[in-house]
């Protein structure tokens, strides 16, 4: 790179310059020297880089500005005055977030307002009322708060009076309840169904209702008692030994007992007049029973459920099964089971309350 160094000041210039920068005299008779011209740029270099060092420390985060003075050329008379440049301007963001958070939490009150409005409208109460007509049996209608028409009705609110006790008829109990909802009656099996559980034997039964489809949810239970009119029988502290002489009707007999016959077998075990094991064999080799016609496995699989009160092992099935099978009677196998001392039907007599034999 080659420089012009002014004739009249010596100052050094740039090869394209036309005027001096420090006197303003014109480069046309300038001596243009390499050399010099290199060791002149470094050292303006240099010169530069310290007033820029010096300007930067004097403003953190940039150079400072000063107004800068160039000198025209020489003749003009007059100077140009740089103006300085004008500072940025500080930006406030702190009215945008504060417009920001105002409308945030503006819109999450129209939103809990709308949700709070749709909750009123579905929880504005009804009434739903459930009445049970029952044959020798009294219910009594209770009023019942149910979600509203638009949305599905909970039946677990639904609450049924007392239910007179049923008699004891051998076969299972079941009642015709009517469910009604805002003079609407409900139809079983299709806004509700109806499972019963011990409604057969003497004692407690439950009934359970449970709401099905769109419209019905929720469930809930009654319950009635099954009674003979017995004292012995109805008594809740003799329900095991009821259900051991209804045990052997249904297993050997193939049916329920008669009201007649659940009295009169519970009451000569309860009052001692006949043993457990006469009582199996009475049962077990009766007319009726007899007239069944098991094979030797079901008489075996039937007896151990009915004397015994659980299915046959496999392995006891299989024993006896062959027992009769060589010629043993079934007499003499009953008998055999029973009368064992110490074994399982004498436990059983004992839990229950009566002599084995």
């Known amino acids: 790179m080659k420089n012009k160094t002014c004739a009249n000041c010596k100052t050094v210039n740039g090869e394209r310059a036309t005027y001096c920068r420090k006197c303003g005299t014109s480069l046309d008779d300038a001596v243009i020297s390499e050399v010099v011209a290199k060791q002149k740029t470094v050292q303006r270099s240099r010169t530069s ?54 409308a945030m939490v503006m819109l999450g009150l129209i939103v809990a307002f709308f949700i709070s409005a749709l909750k009123g409208d579905s929880s504005a109460p009804s009434t739903t009322s459930a009445a049970a007509s029952t044959t020798g049996a009294s219910a009594t209608t209770a009023a019942a708060s149910a979600e509203s028409s638009e949305a599905a009705t909970d039946l677990s609110e639904i609450i049924i009076g007392d239910i007179a006790d049923q008699t004891y008829t051998g076969n299972e109990i079941t009642i015709p309840f009517e469910l009604t909802h805002n003079d609407h009656e409900l139809v079983e099996g299709v806004d509700y169904t109806i499972t019963y559980e011990n409604n057969l034997c003497v004692g407690t039964a439950t009934v359970y209702f449970e ?44 049916r329920s007992p008669s009201i007649d016959e659940l009295i009169t077998q519970t009451n000569r075990l309860y009052d001692g007049e006949i043993t457990g094991s006469e009582y199996i064999n009475e049962i077990t080799f009766c007319d009726e029973a007899e007239q069944r016609n098991l094979n030797d496995e079901e008489f075996v699989s039937a007896f151990y459920q009915g004397a015994l009160g659980r299915p046959a092992d496999q392995a006891g099935l299989d024993y006896n099964v062959a027992l009769l099978a060589d010629g043993m009677s079934r007499e003499d196998l009953v008998n055999g089971i029973i009368n064992a001392p110490g074994g399982e039907f004498e436990t059983i007599c004992d839990s229950i309350g009566i002599a084995a034999s």
């Open 49 to 102: 880089q310290s007033l820029s060092s010096r300007n930067n420390s004097a403003r953190p985060g940039g150079a400072r500005l000063t107004p800068t003075t160039k000198a025209l050329p020489k003749g003009s008379g007059e100077k140009v005055v740089i103006p300085k440049r004008p500072a940025k301007p500080t930006v406030v963001y702190w009215p945008f977030v504060l417009s920001l958070v105002s």
């Open 211 to 254: 709401g099905i489809g769109d419209d019905f949810t929720g469930a809930f239970d009654t319950s009635f008692n099954i009674v003979s009119g017995d004292p012995v029988v109805d008594d809740p502290d003799n329900y095991v030994l009821t259900i051991f002489v209804m045990r052997m009707y249904w297993t050997m007999v193939g």
